[in-house]
């Protein structure tokens, strides 16, 4: 049997780059399940598609295929055979993938792709839904949350890293935004599972966030004789 965890949280709460470090030292496979909906939002941008018409998405749908793969440890996605994972990670196709992930039609392409690889390896899958929908019995599921201010602080920096033009107060408008639609859409919408435990990174640095998630994975894989 697998040993699964789930991460979920909002926007910015550092969810991928501490699941990254996490899975690593777990020698667990890391799954980033936003990058698949990225890839998906991708595609409806290139072909033009009206996330809103449910015909011309439902078409579009089926024209796509998503895959993950891994090259040198590191996730990649492929949208009908091409590998975009160096394509994803715009704005527009972030503001593209917050809005086309609320359908239930999108939700249901990556459901059992997703769950699929959790049967087989021992994951740690990060999202917005894995610990509520996708993966109600993960042995172990983490809410990772920080304040508003301290995620777009962090998201603030990284944008100017990558050279993009934005304030500090846009941002914060930004991850609210996001964090409202990611919270009260109608389907699988962000929430803690009541099994969760939860951690607020916003006074923790990487390494610690880290040493607690390892730390909680090894107790429960003791806990169920997987690690010993
Ligand atoms: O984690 P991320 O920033 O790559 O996620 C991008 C978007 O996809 C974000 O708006 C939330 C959405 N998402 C989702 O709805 N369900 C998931 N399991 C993962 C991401």
Do not use: C
């Amino acid at each position: 049997m697998s040993f699964n965890i789930a991460i979920d949280g909002p926007a910015g709460a550092g969810k991928s780059t501490i699941a990254r470090i996490a899975a690593q030292r777990l020698s667990f496979i890391y799954v980033d399940t936003g990058a698949m909906y990225r890839t998906i939002a991708l595609a409806l941008l290139r072909s033009g598609t009206d996330v809103e018409d449910e015909t011309a998405l439902k078409a579009q749908l089926e024209q796509i295929s998503v895959k993950i793969g891994y090259e040198n440890g590191e996730q990649q996605v492929y949208l009908n055979g091409e590998n975009v994972s160096s394509l994803i990670r715009t704005e527009e196709v972030s503001d593209m993938t917050s809005r086309s992930s609320a359908k239930a039609q999108v939700r249901a392409k990556l459901t059992d792709l997703q769950r699929e690889v959790a049967k087989k390896e021992n994951v740690l899958m990060d999202g917005r839904d894995i610990g509520t929908v996708i993966l109600p019995d993960a042995q172990l599921k983490i809410y990772l949350t920080a304040s508003v201010q301290a995620r777009a602080q962090r998201r603030y920096r990284e944008l100017l890293e990558k050279g993009e033009a934005v304030t500090l107060e846009e941002t914060v408008k930004d991850i609210e935004a996001r964090d409202y639609r990611d919270m009260h859409r109608d389907v699988a919408p962000l929430r803690q599972a009541p099994d969760a435990v939860l951690v607020d990174s916003s006074d923790m640095t990487v390494e610690e966030v880290v040493e607690r998630i390892t730390g909680l994975a090894r107790e429960r894989m003791e806990e169920t004789g997987i690690w010993k």
